[in-house]
């Protein structure tokens, strides 16, 4: 039969009481916290002492290249070898250490070019064109110029955008062209097929520029503005991509190619720099004028490069030779009434000047002539 136990007399839990001291609490933590930096020093201790313990052949050391081998030959820099060091020799042979091609390295210019064999051969030099005139004529001409840069070279390097504006401003200068910027730019814009920059007649201009290449272009031709030539261009009045080839091209001195563009100048005597008057004379016409007049609707046929070059040529024929100033006589003078009166031009032919005395024999007839001219 199982026991049976009398609970009646065991006390209450609401009896019980007991009270936790923090210190205790203290006492009790250190211990763990203690324990908790062993387990680390352990760890640790293992990590640093494992490769002593491990066999030769089954640790591998970390290695770096061939450092630390025996018998592996460095080859020392250059400004490490004897007679090859100076002061900054480190700096500039780093420098010569091949590296990648930076933005914009490989773009081909004949301008630019070491190779004797592609060098241009722009011939005669441009000469300085100053638009210094109101502030209307700079400002139209800016415009105009900026939009030839733009439009016809806004991807070429700043040689190629600098021979473009060089063109207009050669053509601006030559007799068979208009003397104003725009004239120049615009020239045959309302013929399909005479306009002589194409963005004038293609409708590129319905395309809205873009802010960055806009403001590069109109700092080249705001510089050739301002008087900046442009050597490798020299007096070119014409160009074309490499991806064409006109049919004039062959009847033009081919000068050079400046990136994506081939540069020409008349041949004769329109291409020589007598034909070129580099004075600004101002009248940039109006926009809304340019639209309407002669010269927007000059044709292709007008505006031939070979007809132009062979008309420069007769016209210079045709005209009257100019008789030197040498051979021209020179006009008789006038005399008053009175002056005639008392002799006219006698009195001033010296004609009573008194002789020249002490005059060695052998020096009388200096200055004389030895034989008259023509006999």
């Known amino acids: 039969m199982p026991t049976v136990y009398d609970l009646t007399d065991e006390p209450r839990p609401r009896d019980f009481t007991a009270r936790y001291s923090r210190s205790r609490q203290r006492r009790i933590a250190a211990p763990r916290g203690a324990m908790r930096k062993g387990w680390l020093a352990v760890a640790l201790l293992s990590a640093v002492a494992l490769p002593a313990f491990a066999e030769p052949s089954e640790w591998d050391r970390f ?17 490490e070898q004897a ?55 700079r400002t139209r001409a800016l415009q105009c110029l900026t939009a030839a840069v733009y439009y016809e ?19 601006v200068a030559h007799s068979s062209y208009p003397n104003t910027v725009c004239g120049v730019v615009y020239q045959g814009s309302q013929r399909r097929t005479g306009c002589q920059f194409s963005f004038t007649c293609d409708g590129s201009l319905a395309r809205k520029p ?33 991806a064409i080839y006109p049919y004039w091209a062959p009847s033009l001195n081919f000068l050079g190619t400046i990136g994506a563009h081939r ?32 010269i927007a609707q000059e044709s292709s046929a007008q505006l031939n490069p070979v007809a132009l070059q062979r008309t420069f040529q007769t016209s210079l024929q045709a005209a009257p030779k100019a008789t030197p100033a040498a051979a021209r006589p020179a006009p008789a003078p006038v005399y008053t009434q009175q002056l005639k009166d008392r002799g006219g031009d006698a009195l001033y032919r010296a004609n009573n000047l008194p002789e020249a005395t002490g005059i060695k024999p052998e020096y009388r007839n200096t200055g004389r002539w030895i034989t008259k001219p023509g006999t």
């Open 153 to 171: 070279a806004a991807s070429e390097p700043d040689s190629g955008q600098r021979g473009v504006a060089q063109v207009v401003l050669n053509r």
């Open 83 to 137: 007679g090859m060091s100076f002061p900054g020799s480190a700096f500039y042979y780093l420098e010569l250490e091949e590296t990648s091609p930076a933005f914009g390295e490989g773009i081909r210019s004949d301008a630019d070019s070491a190779a004797p064999g592609d060098r241009l051969n722009p011939g005669p030099r441009a000469q300085a064109m100053y638009v210094d005139r109101s502030g209307v004529d």
């Open 263 to 294: 540069f020409y100048r008349f041949k004769g005597s329109a291409g020589r720099p007598g034909a070129f008057r580099f004075a600004y004379r101002g009248g940039e016409p109006a926009s809304q004028s340019l639209r309407t007049s002669q």
């Open 210 to 242: 873009g802010r960055m290449f806009w403001q590069r272009a109109e700092n080249v031709a705001r510089g050739a503005l301002a008087g900046y030539v442009h050597s490798p261009a020299g007096l070119a009045t014409h160009y074309h991509t490499t």
């Open 63 to 79: 290695e770096i290249g061939d450092a630390g081998k025996d018998g592996v030959a460095l080859d020392p820099m250059p400004f």
